[in-house]
């Protein structure tokens, strides 16, 4: 009996064939690893688009970050001189740092602003986590409207809370106090929201599962759901963090005391006798905006997959 064996294509002549007619798509992990979906072009049009459009818009949002950045690298001369240049013609030089750091308290202002950043960014976690939690899982009389009254209030514009904040403080006796910086701003409606949206996503037969196994309904939220939301957390940690450290309408109202001034309000007292010194403003912005930037860059992974797992990010 004689077997025929079909010939099998060449399969070099068949990868030319197919790279000659038409591009390769990326497949499965590779195009999971590339962000596009599976048999999607690498340089489709409407992805080309939105590049180019990306970096148009990430330009202009650098723009005047790098104009305060040079500026504060400028003589005060040539800082004021007009028509304004990106490059002074005496060159760059440090005297406006130099003339914050000597003449303002720059390590006990960046203390003051890590301890209340710290600890409103603990705080708020902590409540808006229990919150969105008890709305997102617990079935109560109320919800509902306890919940659509949380988003309601995140319309309500801070500036209109701050006197009766500043009597409430008064009447506690809180005043000059890092308590008077930290607890008015715990509160984060927003945050309950995005929390709230993360947790409805966990799976149920998870904490169904725990509590066959006995677990109460804290010990289900701590050691079950809590570990499942490390992205959301960081990423509402994060924002909360910037917030509280960016603050400076607040601190500078509840505080008079030069020993709990806030980086943002301490640097706002470095002034010039000879008027508004435009070098010495921007060091003072690069100064403040500085520790921010360094906890961007090394968290910003963390803020777009905790963002993207809530339905914001179109995922």
Do not use: C
Not at 121 to 126: A, D, E, N, S
């Amino acid at each position: 009996m004689t077997t025929t064996v079909a010939p099998q294509p060449n399969a070099g002549a068949a990868g030319a064939a197919v790279a000659g007619g038409r591009r390769r798509r990326p497949q499965g992990r590779f195009a999971h690893a590339a962000g596009l979906r599976v048999g999607e072009h690498f340089a489709s049009p409407g992805r080309i688009l939105a590049i180019v459009t990306l970096v148009v818009l990430a330009v202009f949002w650098l723009l005047p970050f790098l104009w305060a950045v040079f500026t504060s690298f400028k003589s005060e001369t040539a800082a004021a001189a007009t028509p304004v240049s990106w490059f002074p013609s005496d060159g760059f030089t440090t005297d406006a740092y130099a003339s914050v750091l000597r003449e303002g308290n720059i390590p006990l202002w960046t203390w003051n602003s890590l301890v209340t950043a710290v600890a409103i960014t603990v705080i708020t976690l902590t409540v808006s986590s229990l919150a969105a939690y008890a709305l997102a899982r617990i079935d109560f009389r109320g919800r509902r409207w306890l919940f659509w009254l949380i988003i309601a209030s995140i319309i309500v514009p801070p500036p209109v809370l701050i006197v009766p904040l500043f009597y409430e403080m008064l009447t506690l006796n809180l005043v000059d106090t890092y308590w008077a910086i930290i607890l008015p701003q715990v509160v984060h409606p927003a945050m309950v929201f995005v929390l709230k949206k993360f947790f409805e996503q966990v799976p149920v037969e998870l904490e169904d599962a725990a509590r066959i196994d006995g677990a109460g309904r804290l010990r289900v939220f701590w050691s079950v759901v809590l570990p499942l939301s490390r992205p959301i957390l960081a990423a509402v940690s994060i924002i909360v963090f910037i917030g509280a450290w960016n603050n400076f309408l607040w601190p500078f109202i509840i505080t008079s005391d030069a020993s709990l001034m806030t980086l943002p309000v301490g640097l706002q007292t470095v002034k010039s006798a000879y008027g508004l010194q435009y070098a010495q403003t921007m060091s003072s912005a690069v100064l403040a905006a500085l520790p921010l930037i360094v906890v961007f860059l090394f968290f910003q992974r963390q803020i777009i997959k905790g963002f993207s797992t809530t339905g914001f990010g179109g995922q």
